[in-house]
């Protein structure tokens, strides 16, 4: 799991009952999946979460297919 090591995904039990999220946000891997799922860019997520990183973009991204 490179992307946890990095600490950019977190688990935090007090935050959104422990989903992982990008570090620094309420923005669960899960919501980016399926924004991803409904056919909407990268481009178009990181516009409608302004504090949502590209590089935190893509280590959510990069968290699933770890587990793919």
Do not use: F
């Amino acid at each position: 799991m490179a992307t946890r090591q990095k600490g950019l995904i977190v688990s935090d039990p007090k935050i959104l009952n422990g989903k992982p999220i990008v570090k620094g946000t309420r923005i669960s891997v899960a919501l980016i999946l399926q924004n991803i799922a409904s056919g909407m860019t990268k481009e178009d997520i990181l516009r409608g979460y302004p504090t949502l990183t590209k590089e935190g973009l893509d280590a959510a991204l990069e968290s699933y297919k770890e587990t793919q």
